[in-house]
Antibody, heavy 121, light 107 residues
């Protein structure tokens, strides 16, 4: 059974960067396609980007292009999401969520527990 | 980008009620649609994938239907544990997008 455990809450100043980790257990990272989804306070879910195993590339939502970097360390089965040039509207809970390509593409199961990133001006 | 529109935004219902939530896509997405349940302070939980396939372990009172641009999530008999917010998600094309959510409240 796949489990995703994320790093703890972060408080950042506007203009800084944040890096959130997502540790995989039960599977290896190479068996999964990791994505990141965020949720601003009281708002809905927003897909930020993820790994496309068919292309072997990481796809980023256009609104985050240039600010978002997703990386993976397969030696520790840990995925990372780094968002730079933070602004107050980046305050949100950030989730890692995975596809299991062997089971099918496109839906997320499971999700990490979420990491609250608070950005102050 | 494909826009996903859910209706209603809020739904008040009683235990035992049959509940239907609609999700419309701004262009055809075949059956590339998932449904999630989210409770306050928790991560979303997968309920349905490929529009109508029930995720393992999800109660059979949940069902999904539709294809193309119009989809529904139905709860056949609402239980106390079902009061939550529900989201649809399309994965037909990038960027993958979610509906704005439907909150199911106690009447």
């Amino acid at each position: 059974q796949v489990q995703l455990v994320q790093s703890g809450a972060e408080v950042k100043k506007a203009g800084a960067s944040v890096k959130v980790s997502c540790k995989v257990s039960g599977y290896t990272l190479t068996e999964l396609s990791m994505h990141w989804v965020r949720q601003a306070p009281g708002k809905g879910l927003e897909w930020m980007g993820g790994f496309d195993p068919e292309d072997g590339e990481t796809i980023y939502a256009q609104k985050f292009q240039g600010r978002l970097t997703m990386t993976e360390d397969t030696s520790t089965d840990t995925a990372y999401m780094e968002l730079s040039s933070l602004r107050s509207e980046d305050t949100a809970v950030y989730y890692c969520a995975t596809e299991r390509p062997a089971a099918g593409r496109g839906w997320f199961d499971p999700w990490g527990q979420g990491t609250l990133v608070s950005v102050s001006s | 980008d494909i826009q996903m529109t859910q209706s209603p935004s809020t739904l008040s219902a009683s235990v035992g009620d049959r509940v239907t939530i609609t999700c419309r896509a701004s262009q055809t997405i075949s059956s590339w649609l998932a449904w999630y349940q989210q409770k306050p302070g928790k991560a979303p939980k997968l309920l349905i994938y490929k529009a109508s396939s029930l995720e393992s372990g999800v109660p059979s009172r949940f069902s999904g239907s539709g294809s193309g641009t119009e989809f529904t999530l139905t709860i056949s008999s609402l239980q106390p544990d079902d009061f939550a917010t529900y989201y649809c998600q399309q994965y037909n094309s990038y960027p993958w997008t979610f509906g704005q959510g439907t909150k199911v409240e106690i009447k």
